[in-house]
């Protein structure tokens, strides 16, 4: 007799970090991959504002303005649920053509269907910035340390693989 087919094992849900929540949609931000790019600052600044506490007032701006800017954040420490959205997953998000972009004296930055494969498994993501010189504490993504490193390298591609 055959075995039935056992149902696919549970996707855990991704860890984004802190939560901060809005009527129509939850921010996620996740400090140890955010390397101060400031896209999301200079996108919504009555959201992303350093000097108010919390930084992040998800609530100051309509919830697809703020899920277009944090879109916008190259690193994922960035991500959002909208609360009548799919779950909580990385696929929630559109996602073109991979592409990489490599940035002068810094890390890659990667778009796309992602999956890194780093110490503590495999995650999907859709944007991540990887480490490329050696330093970061937080591999394999960019912690920063390439400014304290002195790290020198060109930059500059653009590279899509779709
Ligand atoms: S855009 Fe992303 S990496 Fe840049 S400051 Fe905002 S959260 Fe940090
Ligand atoms: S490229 Fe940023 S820490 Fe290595």
């Not at 007799?1 to 996740?30: F, H, K």
């Amino acid at each position: 007799m055959s075995q039935p087919e056992l149902p696919p094992p549970p996707t855990p849900a991704p860890d984004w970090g802190r939560a901060y929540t809005a009527p129509d949609l939850t921010v996620y931000y996740d400090k140890a991959r955010c390397i101060h790019f400031a896209a999301c600052i200079r996108g919504l600044p009555q959201v992303f504002d350093t000097a108010a506490r919390p930084w992040i007032q998800a609530d100051a701006a309509p919830a697809e303005q703020v899920a277009e800017v944090v879109r916008r954040c190259p690193t994922g420490a960035l991500h959002y649920a909208l609360k009548n959205g799919p779950a909580k997953s990385a696929l929630a998000e559109p996602t073109g053509p991979t592409s990489i972009e490599v940035r002068a004296n810094g890390p890659l930055f990667v778009r796309g269907d992602l999956m890194i494969a780093g110490a503590q498994g495999s995650v999907r993501d859709t944007r991540a910035a990887l480490c490329r010189c050696g330093a970061s504490h937080n591999k394999p993504y960019c912690d920063g340390s390439h400014r304290q490193s002195g790290f020198e390298a060109a930059g500059g591609e653009r590279i899509n693989t779709g």
